[in-house]
């Protein structure tokens, strides 16, 4: 059981490169998350999805998008990458939209 | 909007003193309450959550939290840091608004212990 897990741990782009983030978690949870964070911000919500097929922007979903194609994916893509996109994003997955949140290790980025 | 304000950024304490970090919201109807820790270099994890029922709520690790709902605060407390307590510690509040769940996240406080 290995929880919820992100791949790539590190990258690092050019300005206007894109990339795909990928999150995977086997607990079969509907709700997943993607959320960046940065230093004196605390954790800020792009993405999430409610159940495969379903996305919907959070608080700071520009420049970003994702699909849920199966259950357990949640795709983050990046179509041209900026400077301010520099950061570290974290994936998450939830039961319900109450319930405790589980957090994948994060993918830090970084663009040039 | 909501917000979820901790007033510490960071806090630096000397191992086996008290411990209270401050978190305050300004929702006003039904909220659900967490706070989660990322020890360095890890993932967040949950530390301790409130839903409903008695208002202190004991945590992993010796820590505990008490919701005060008159002063829309939730401050987490531990008797006697360790330095292994060495973390950021984040405030989140689950608000029932526009027909939706949102979860709101604190800025964080990065605790430091002294050996």
């Known amino acids: 059981n290995a929880g919820v897990t992100q791949t790539p741990k590190f990258r690092v782009l050019k300005t206007g490169q894109s990339m795909t983030l990928l999150c995977a978690q086997d607990m079969n949870h509907e709700y997943m998350y993607w959320y960046r964070q940065d230093p004196g911000m605390g954790l800020r919500l792009i993405h999430y999805?409610?159940?495969?097929?379903?996305?919907a922007k959070g608080e700071v979903p520009d420049g970003y998008n994702v699909s849920r194609l199966k259950k357990q994916n949640f795709l983050l893509g990046l179509e041209s990458a900026a400077p301010s996109q520099t950061s570290v994003y974290f994936c998450a997955s939830s039961p319900d939209q109450t319930e405790t949140q589980y957090f994948g290790p994060g993918t830090r980025l970084l663009v040039l | 909007a909501q917000s979820v304000s901790q007033h510490n950024h960071h806090v630096i304490l000397s191992e086996a003193a008290s411990l209270e970090l401050g978190c305050n919201y300004s929702?006003?109807?039904?909220?659900?309450l967490f706070w989660y820790v990322q020890y360095p270099g890890q993932h967040l994890q949950l530390l301790l959550k409130y839903f409903s029922g008695d208002p202190l709520v004991k945590g992993i690790k010796g820590f505990e939290a008490e919701f005060i709902k008159s002063k829309f605060s939730f401050n987490l407390r531990k008797p006697s840091v360790q330095w292994s307590d060495t973390a950021e510690y984040f405030c989140a509040v689950n608000a029932y608004m526009d027909s939706n769940y949102q979860l709101i996240w604190g800025a964080g406080t990065k605790l430091i212990i002294k050996p």
């Open positions: 929702y006003g109807g039904t909220v659900n």
């Open positions: 999805s409610v159940g495969e097929g379903t996305t």
